[in-house]
């Protein structure tokens, strides 16, 4: 079971920057891919960024464009999400995901999400 907990978002306006942060509770974390997943109002999920358990692979967006960078803090527990040149597109609620060695479309775990909201 992994339990998943994201926090830092908020207001921003456009330009600046938010880092949001995945707090992740599993005895076996390293084993877990992790990615991080947006959706905005009448809009479906999509992806933003994942990487593999091992780290060999890496899923990003398109409109990531080298703005958003991942990392991630085995001893933590924690990923990262550091977003910068943000777009008043961004705008969305952003999820913390897992799963079990590599990323796919539907994980199994999920946090709660955390709003971002991007003005311009």
């Known amino acids: 079971q992994v339990r998943l907990v994201e926090s830092g978002g908020g207001l921003v306006q456009a330009g600046g920057s938010l880092r949001l942060s995945c707090q992740a509770s599993?005895?076996?974390?390293?084993?877990?891919?992790v990615g991080w997943f947006r959706q905005a109002p009448g809009k479906e999920r999509e992806l933003v960024l994942s990487r593999s358990a091992d780290g060999l692979y890496t899923d990003v967006a398109e409109f990531v464009k080298g703005r958003f960078t991942f990392s991630r803090d085995n001893v933590k527990k924690t990923v990262y999400l550091q977003m910068n040149s943000l777009k008043p597109e961004d705008t969305a609620v952003y999820y913390c995901a897992a799963h079990w060695q590599r990323m796919n479309n539907d994980p199994d775990y999920w946090g709660q999400g955390t709003q971002v909201t991007v003005s311009s």
């Open positions: 599993a005895r076996t974390f390293s084993n877990y891919a």
